[in-house]
């Protein structure tokens, strides 16, 4: 898949250019990878570089010039499920970092540790600065042990540690999404890092003025997983019923649907929607009382960071999360959001009860002061201008 061209653009010739690179492209769901190039596209030329690409947003795929290593090579490859391109762009990757190096970037801008070969590749061979954001996982890679793994999984686990360590070796500087997710990847082996919070867009995600509260709504959003806490604020639903009436509804997809679905069919208060397009996510939020994330523990890893949080308090709507990982810092503390034990959940139905039966006055306040936080301090806008310094600063 390939955006619009940039080598014969008179105005392009004269931006400095930067290659994104992602061992994979999916959008939906991983817009946060082409934020930054689409907020900044004004001031630098972007291209986007992947092993493999499925970009089912045209307003994207027509913004964004995208190299797909595996389209280029195997014409008619669209035809295949999305996870075997995977695969195969994976076996690319010297045809991937020779595509970076064509492009003649004056940075280069990996995302994840891990699918990184490409990028450090042509960061090498052109001597031009590298710039390596981790979001989660990644980060917990070398700290996995490989007692973790089964016999058959342990090769697979060992490639992935050299590459990730190959990044943080190589990466002019590492970015992470939170100060939680700095010390993390400090501890795993990355240097040189600072903490770049990602960012909203509080033009997409914003109040709608005329909504009036009918219905009090919990609104979870995120992959329906047992480490997301699905199940947590399933129970902290039920526990609040009857004395506190209310509707609670699950956006996403996952394992666990099934399950949740079960449990709607005996809850009739319970909504499980599935996977939803950003203007009904958008909606969503702007509609609901409040926004639940409890996410547990994942074998060592913890949340990174929580950009849904920022999403719903945006839209004006107070959050709820389990105090683990990086979501403290995606809100206000008592002020904007609120925090809970991780896997307390009396103290979850609590909380969420607490918020329910405040006046709608009460939450009107909430809302003003939560959209304030993300415009001023967690802000895509904030986040681009940061991105832009670094850029320029390393180009130097």
Same mark, same amino acid.
């Given at each position: ?261 079960? @449990?709607?069919?005996? +809850?009739?208060?319970?909504?499980? %929607?599935?996977?939803? #397009?950003? *203007?009904?996510?958008?909606? /969503?939020? =702007? ?58 959940? @009396?103290?979850?139905? +609590?909380?969420?009860?607490?918020? %329910?039966?405040?006046? #709608?006055? *009460?939450?009107?306040?909430? /809302?003003? =002061? ?27």
């Amino acid at each position: 898949m390939a955006g619009p061209p940039h080598d014969n653009i008179d105005t392009a010739e004269s931006l400095m250019r930067i290659a994104v690179a992602k061992g994979s492209l999916l959008i939906p769901p991983t817009y946060f990878a082409v934020a930054h190039p689409l907020a900044l596209a004004d001031r630098f030329d972007f291209r986007f570089f992947a092993g493999a690409s499925q970009v089912a947003d045209a307003g994207i795929s027509d913004r964004l010039a995208i190299e797909d290593t595996v389209a280029r090579v195997l014409p008619g490859s669209g035809a295949l499920p999305v996870r075997r391109r995977e695969q195969i762009g994976a076996l690319l990757t010297p045809m991937t970092a020779r595509a970076i190096s064509r492009f003649k970037p004056d940075v280069i801008h990996q995302h994840f540790a891990y699918g990184s070969t490409a990028a450090v590749r042509a960061a090498r061979d052109l001597r031009i600065p590298l710039v390596l954001t981790v979001h989660g996982g990644d980060a917990f890679v070398p700290l996995t042990p490989l007692s973790a793994r089964n016999l058959a999984g342990r090769p697979a686990l060992l490639r992935m540690q050299r590459e990730v360590g190959r990044a943080f070796q190589s990466a002019t500087l590492t970015l992470a999404v939170s100060a939680y997710l700095a010390d993390v990847a400090a501890s795993a082996g990355a240097s040189r890092l600072r903490v770049h919070y990602q960012g909203v867009d509080t033009e997409l995600f914003r109040p709608d003025g005329g909504t009036v509260e009918n219905e009090l709504e919990i609104l979870f959003v995120g992959r329906l997983t047992e480490t997301k806490g699905v199940f947590d604020l399933l129970e902290a639903s039920r526990y609040l019923l009857p004395g506190v009436a209310h509707r609670l509804t699950y956006i996403g997809d996952g394992p666990e649907r099934a399950r949740l679905a079960a @449990a709607a069919d005996v +809850h009739p208060h319970i909504r499980v %929607l599935g996977a939803q #397009s950003s *203007d009904n996510v958008r909606a /969503a939020m =702007r509609r609901a009382s409040l926004l639940v994330l409890p996410t547990r523990v994942n074998g060592r890893a913890r949340e990174a960071a929580g950009l849904v949080l920022l999403e719903a308090q945006a839209s004006g709507t107070p959050v709820v999360a389990y105090a683990s990982g990086g979501t403290p810092e995606m809100m206000r503390a008592g002020d904007t959001g609120w925090l809970v034990a991780e896997g307390d959940v @009396a103290s979850l139905a +609590h909380r969420i009860g607490s918020l %329910l039966e405040m006046s #709608s006055a *009460d939450r009107a306040d909430i /809302a003003v =002061r939560a959209r304030a936080f993300v415009v001023a301090e967690r802000s895509l806008a904030r986040s681009a201008e940061e991105l832009d310094s670094i850029y320029k600063e390393l180009a130097r």
